[in-house]
C-alpha cells in the first residue's frame, strides 16, 4: 500500500552556468518564451503527488528568480558547489520524503516523478537512469558499457536518509550526485528507468536540442476590418502604397489589410484586438503606419515562444484591382513577420456590386493566421 507521506520537490537553481555561456545565467534564459527554470517548476508543482516545491537559488538572483517563477514560489539562496546548495534547501524541506532536481534538465516526465517516488516505498533513496547506447572511449580506447548508465535527476530520497549523508559528508570533498552520497553512507538506493527528455542543458548547443523537444500546439485565428473609401485619402494595402482615385480613411493609416492580419495574430494568443493595444483615442496612432501594429502583434507571439507559419488575407473590394500588387503585397507583409513569402497568401473579391463594397463606399478585409506555440496547460 502507498503511503500518502508529504513529498518536496527540491529545484536546484544556484549554479553560474559557466559551460553554458551567455551573459544570463542558463537556468533564466528563455526556451519556448519561458524560463528554463520554469519549465521544471511547473512540471513538480502541477504534479499530484508533489506537495511543495522549494527551489535553491544563487546570491542576489531573487528578483530574476521572481520574475520567472512568480511571487508565490519559495526560494532559499544556495551555495558555492551543488552539494552546498542541496544542503541549504533541504534546512527548508518539510516533506518526509524530497526529490531533489536540476533546473538545468527542463523537462521533467510525470511518469518520472511516478516512478521515483513508487520505488521510495522499499527504498531509501531512487534516481533515474539511462542506459548507454553509444560506444565510449577514453583516449581513443573502447570502454566496456556494460553496467554502465547515465545518471538523471529527479533523485527520491527519505528526507531524514538524505539530510544524514549531507550532514556527515566531508566539507573538502566533492559530490555532484546526492544518490552516491547515500549510496556511500550505507543507504538503500534503487534504479528507476530514466526518460531523454530529462537530458540536461549544459552545453551552448543543448538549448537547440531543448527546443526541438518542446511540444507545439497549432492555433488559428481570423481576423476581420472595414474602413470607408473617401477621395483625398492615401490607398495603403497590405503597407503598400496603391495608386487610385480615393484612399481608406481612418485614424492611422488605415491599411485594413494589415489591420485584419494583426487582429488575427492578436487572436492566436488570446491578446485581444488591435484597438486593446492601440487605442484609437489615443492621438500617438494618428496617421500611424500599421506596419507597426502589425510587428507588435508577431512580437507578443514570438514572446509567447509561437512562430507564424501562416498568414492567408482575402481583400473584398470592386476597385483597385488587387492582382497587380498582391506581389508587392506578399512581399512587404513577409517582409514585416520575418517570413518566406511562401508563408504568406494574398487573395481578393468582389461582392458581385452588391453591399458597400459593391458601392466602393469602403474596403474590408479578413485573414487567418495560423501559429505554433509551445503547448499549453488543458
Ligand atoms: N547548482 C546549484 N548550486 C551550485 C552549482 C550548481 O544549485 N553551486 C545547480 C545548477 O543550477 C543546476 C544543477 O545544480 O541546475 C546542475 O549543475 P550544472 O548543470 O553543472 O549547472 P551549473 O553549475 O550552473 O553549470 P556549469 O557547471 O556549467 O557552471
Ligand atoms: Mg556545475
Same mark, same amino acid.
Given at each position: 500500500m502507498t503511503d500518502r507521506l508529504r513529498t518536496t520537490a527540491l529545484i536546484v537553481a544556484?549554479?553560474?552556468g559557466s559551460r553554458a555561456?551567455?551573459?544570463?545565467?542558463k537556468q533564466y534564459v528563455l526556451l519556448g518564451g519561458k524560463p528554463l527554470l520554469r519549465w521544471a517548476y511547473e512540471a513538480f508543482a502541477r504534479?499530484?503527488?508533489?506537495?511543495e516545491v522549494v527551489v535553491v537559488i544563487g546570491a542576489g538572483a531573487e528578483a530574476q528568480a521572481r520574475a520567472a517563477l512568480g511571487d508565490g514560489a519559495r526560494l532559499v539562496t544556495g551555495g558555492a558547489s551543488r552539494r552546498e546548495s542541496v544542503a541549504r534547501g533541504l534546512a527548508a524541506v518539510d516533506g518526509a520524503r524530497v526529490l531533489v532536481h536540476d533546473a538545468a534538465r527542463p523537462f521533467v516526465p510525470a511518469a518520472v516523478i511516478d516512478r521515483v517516488i513508487a520505488a521510495l516505498d522499499e527504498a531509501e533513496g531512487a534516481y533515474p537512469v539511462l542506459a548507454v547506447a553509444d560506444t565510449l572511449v577514453r583516449d581513443g580506447a573502447v570502454v566496456p558499457r556494460d553496467g554502465l548508465a547515465r545518471v538523471q535527476t529527479p533523485q527520491g530520497f527519505r528526507t531524514e536518509v538524505l539530510r544524514a549523508a549531507h550532514a556527515g559528508w566531508p566539507a573538502d570533498e566533492e559530490a555532484t550526485d546526492d544518490a552516491q552520497m547515500v549510496r556511500r553512507l550505507g543507504g538503500r538506493v534503487v534504479l528507476v528507468q530514466g526518460d531523454a527528455?530529462?537530458?540536461?542543458?549544459?552545453?551552448?548547443?543543448d538549448f537547440a536540442a531543448a527546443e526541438t523537444r518542446l511540444a507545439f500546439e497549432t492555433r488559428s485565428a481570423s481576423g476581420f476590418d472595414v474602413h470607408r473609401l473617401e477621395a483625398g485619402e492615401d490607398l495603403w494595402l497590405g503597407g503598400v502604397l496603391i495608386p487610385h482615385d480615393k484612399g481608406l480613411s481612418g485614424?492611422?493609416?488605415?491599411d485594413v489589410a494589415l489591420h485584419a492580419i494583426t487582429d488575427a495574430l492578436l487572436g492566436t494568443i488570446a491578446a485581444g484586438d488591435i484597438g486593446t493595444h492601440?487605442?484609437?483615442?489615443? &492621438?500617438?496612432? !494618428?496617421?500611424?503606419?500599421s506596419g507597426q501594429f502589425l510587428r507588435h502583434a508577431a512580437g507578443l507571439v514570438a514572446e509567447q515562444g509561437g512562430r507564424i507559419d501562416f498568414i492567408d488575407l482575402t481583400l473584398i473590394c470592386e476597385?483597385?484591382?488587387?492582382g497587380p500588387h498582391r506581389p508587392a503585397m506578399r512581399a512587404r507583409i513577409a517582409e514585416l513577420l520575418a517570413? &518566406?513569402?511562401? !508563408?504568406v497568401s494574398v487573395k481578393a473579391t468582389t461582392?458581385?456590386?452588391?453591399g458597400f463594397t459593391g458601392r466602393e463606399e469602403g474596403i474590408a478585409a479578413q485573414a487567418v493566421a495560423t501559429i505554433s506555440l509551445p503547448e499549453q496547460p488543458r
Amino acid at each position: 500500500m502507498t503511503d500518502r507521506l508529504r513529498t518536496t520537490a527540491l529545484i536546484v537553481a544556484a549554479g553560474s552556468g559557466s559551460r553554458a555561456g551567455g551573459a544570463v545565467p542558463k537556468q533564466y534564459v528563455l526556451l519556448g518564451g519561458k524560463p528554463l527554470l520554469r519549465w521544471a517548476y511547473e512540471a513538480f508543482a502541477r504534479h499530484p503527488a508533489i506537495d511543495e516545491v522549494v527551489v535553491v537559488i544563487g546570491a542576489g538572483a531573487e528578483a530574476q528568480a521572481r520574475a520567472a517563477l512568480g511571487d508565490g514560489a519559495r526560494l532559499v539562496t544556495g551555495g558555492a558547489s551543488r552539494r552546498e546548495s542541496v544542503a541549504r534547501g533541504l534546512a527548508a524541506v518539510d516533506g518526509a520524503r524530497v526529490l531533489v532536481h536540476d533546473a538545468a534538465r527542463p523537462f521533467v516526465p510525470a511518469a518520472v516523478i511516478d516512478r521515483v517516488i513508487a520505488a521510495l516505498d522499499e527504498a531509501e533513496g531512487a534516481y533515474p537512469v539511462l542506459a548507454v547506447a553509444d560506444t565510449l572511449v577514453r583516449d581513443g580506447a573502447v570502454v566496456p558499457r556494460d553496467g554502465l548508465a547515465r545518471v538523471q535527476t529527479p533523485q527520491g530520497f527519505r528526507t531524514e536518509v538524505l539530510r544524514a549523508a549531507h550532514a556527515g559528508w566531508p566539507a573538502d570533498e566533492e559530490a555532484t550526485d546526492d544518490a552516491q552520497m547515500v549510496r556511500r553512507l550505507g543507504g538503500r538506493v534503487v534504479l528507476v528507468q530514466g526518460d531523454a527528455m530529462l537530458d540536461k542543458v549544459t552545453h551552448p548547443q543543448d538549448f537547440a536540442a531543448a527546443e526541438t523537444r518542446l511540444a507545439f500546439e497549432t492555433r488559428s485565428a481570423s481576423g476581420f476590418d472595414v474602413h470607408r473609401l473617401e477621395a483625398g485619402e492615401d490607398l495603403w494595402l497590405g503597407g503598400v502604397l496603391i495608386p487610385h482615385d480615393k484612399g481608406l480613411s481612418g485614424h492611422s493609416d488605415a491599411d485594413v489589410a494589415l489591420h485584419a492580419i494583426t487582429d488575427a495574430l492578436l487572436g492566436t494568443i488570446a491578446a485581444g484586438d488591435i484597438g486593446t493595444h492601440f487605442p484609437p483615442s489615443d &492621438p500617438q496612432w !494618428r496617421g500611424a503606419e500599421s506596419g507597426q501594429f502589425l510587428r507588435h502583434a508577431a512580437g507578443l507571439v514570438a514572446e509567447q515562444g509561437g512562430r507564424i507559419d501562416f498568414i492567408d488575407l482575402t481583400l473584398i473590394c470592386e476597385a483597385p484591382k488587387i492582382g497587380p500588387h498582391r506581389p508587392a503585397m506578399r512581399a512587404r507583409i513577409a517582409e514585416l513577420l520575418a517570413l &518566406p513569402e511562401g !508563408r504568406v497568401s494574398v487573395k481578393a473579391t468582389t461582392t458581385e456590386r452588391l453591399g458597400f463594397t459593391g458601392r466602393e463606399e469602403g474596403i474590408a478585409a479578413q485573414a487567418v493566421a495560423t501559429i505554433s506555440l509551445p503547448e499549453q496547460p488543458r
